[in-house]
């Protein structure tokens, strides 16, 4: 089946530094989500992209889609503490049902 | 946020112990979803309700029997479950049947099997 891969898994940044997770795929995607789940918490939806190349801004959070559809990435400038949690991409199988990935798991430290 | 909600939020049950879990939304969604979330492991869909029918059973073993009365309810009840399967167990709802729309996730209820 569909299968989803984030890098890194785990990365541990000090406050004021920046945070990149990627997402890759083998196939090419239709769209691509990303949530975020706060330690103790459940998954929220953050955005979702869905054109070739495509790159999308929330305050510090930047989001892009790959030119091949393939691969996805988040960049957060300047993580702040309220930054922890762990990111997950998700993508939409031709079966009609969201995969999630493998998830990065961010740490910050004041 | 209270658009989903789940009960209960914390089960310790042994493994001849019957029980369910309950999800509401509140959102006026068609489309209603149960998730596994273990340590180390993605997200995993076990079962998917569009428009109270159920779509997709993904694999799951029959001792997990979900129940989906109305569009706004979804159980899980729960039958001689096994130690591997404590985990959170995540209830979603979302507008769209089509699997792409964007997902709305309940708080979970964290399953403990003895």
């Known amino acids: 089946g569909q299968q989803v891969m984030q890098i890194p898994q785990y990365q541990h940044v000090q406050e004021g530094e920046d945070f990149t997770t990627y997402c890759n795929s083998s196939?090419?995607?239709?769209?691509i989500q990303w949530y975020k789940q706060r330690p103790g918490g459940h998954p929220v939806f953050l955005i979702q992209?869905?054109?070739?190349?495509e790159v999308k801004k929330q305050k510090r959070l930047t989001f892009q889609f790959g030119e091949a559809k393939k691969n996805s990435s988040l960049h957060i400038t300047a993580t702040q503490t309220t930054d922890v949690g762990t990111y997950f991409c998700?993508?939409?199988?031709?079966?009609?049902?969201?995969?999630f990935g493998t998830g990065t798991r961010l740490l910050v430290s004041p | 946020e209270t658009g989903v909600t789940q009960t209960p939020r914390h089960l310790v049950m042994g493994m001849t112990n019957k029980k369910s879990l309950k999800c509401e939304q509140h959102?006026?969604?068609?489309?209603m979803y149960w998730y596994k979330q273990s340590a180390k492991k993605p997200l995993e869909l076990m079962f998917v309700?569009?428009?109270?029918?159920?779509?997709e059973n993904n694999s799951v073993p029959s001792r997990f029997s979900p129940e989906c009365p109305n569009s706004s309810h979804l159980f899980l009840h729960l039958h001689t479950l096994q130690p591997e399967d404590s985990a959170l167990y995540l209830c979603?709802?979302?507008?769209?049947?089509?699997?792409?729309?964007?997902?709305?996730f309940g708080p979970g209820t964290r399953l403990t099997v003895l």
């Open positions: 992209l869905v054109k070739s190349g």
């Open positions: 309700y569009n428009f109270k029918e159920q779509t």
């Open positions: 998700a993508v939409v199988t031709g079966f009609q049902k969201l995969v």
């Open positions: 979603a709802s979302s507008h769209g049947t089509s699997g792409s729309d964007e997902q709305f």
């Open positions: 196939t090419t995607l239709s769209n």
């Open positions: 959102l006026g969604h068609n489309a």
